[in-house]
T-cell receptor, first 117, second 108 residues
Framework: NAGVTQTPKFQVLKTGQSMTLQCAQDMNHNSMYWYQQDPGMGLRLIYYSASEGTTDKGEVPNGYNVSRLNKREFSLRLESAAPSQTSVYFC????????????????FGPGTRLTVT | SQQGEEDPQALSIQEGENATMNCSYKTSINNLQWYRQNSGRGLVHLILIRSNEREKHSGRLRVTLDTSKKSSSLLITASRAADTASYFCAGINTPLVFGKGTRLSVIA
């Protein structure tokens, strides 16, 4: 199993450009997540999808949109990139629904390093 | 928020020493997890401790949980250079919320 995969690994955008970060998991997990991490900082939740067909905002959703394409795939879109969105973006998934209220382990992808100039 | 706050922010020790890092949180939780992040990589789950447990072991890891003080600690015994990483705690919530982590450097 590949686990959680993310594409691309690196990306440079100019201010105002748009792009979509792709994430896929092959573990048949119900829930998927997008996090943002700035250097030396913790992870901030952007959006999550508790189950196929649902999405919810996290701590820092402004400037982003998401699509839970199917159970495997969860994409993150930047409609008009800004320098403040220069960061590393991590996708994660978990078996149990994020709303289950029971213990669950998250599995993380390798990250996408985005630079906006 | 179930966000944990790790302390210290950075820790540097010699190989073979023990490393202790702490986590505090503000609201009641049912369970708490610790994750490790190697430089430039995604987080990896280390251990989960439930609210009715006070201590849990996994290999060289020992985790304690004090729900009355809303705190947890992670002890890594006989540290190795490969333990150099950032360590994060997260209270079980829907979904997980992470603090800024403790950056551990183990010097060979």
């Amino acid at each position: 199993n590949a686990g959680v995969t993310q594409t691309p690994k690196f990306q440079v955008l100019k201010t105002g450009q748009s792009m979509t970060l792709q994430c896929a998991q092959d573990m048949n997990h119900n829930s998927m997540y997008w996090y943002q991490q700035d250097p030396g900082m913790g992870l901030r939740l952007i959006y999550y999808s508790a189950s196929e067909g649902t999405t919810d905002k996290g701590e820092v959703p402004n400037g982003y949109n998401v699509s839970r394409l199917n159970k495997r795939e969860f994409s993150l879109r930047l409609e008009s990139a800004a320098p403040s969105q220069t960061s590393v973006y991590f996708c994660a998934s978990s078996a149990r629904g994020a709303r289950a209220g029971r213990p669950y382990e998250q599995y993380f992808g390798p990250g996408t390093r985005l630079t906006v100039t | 928020s179930q966000q944990g706050e790790e302390d210290p922010q950075a820790l540097s020790i010699q190989e073979g020493e023990n490393a202790t890092m702490n986590c505090s949180y503000k609201t009641s939780i049912n369970n708490l997890q610790w994750y490790r992040q190697n430089s430039g990589r995604g987080l990896v789950h280390l251990i989960l401790i439930r609210s009715n447990e006070r201590e849990k072991h996994s290999g060289r890891l020992r985790v304690t949980l004090d729900t009355s003080k809303k705190s947890s600690s992670l002890l890594i015994t006989a540290s190795r250079a490969a333990d150099t990483a950032s360590y994060f705690c997260a209270g079980i919530n829907t979904p997980l919320v992470f603090g800024k982590g403790t950056r551990l450097s183990v010097i060979a």
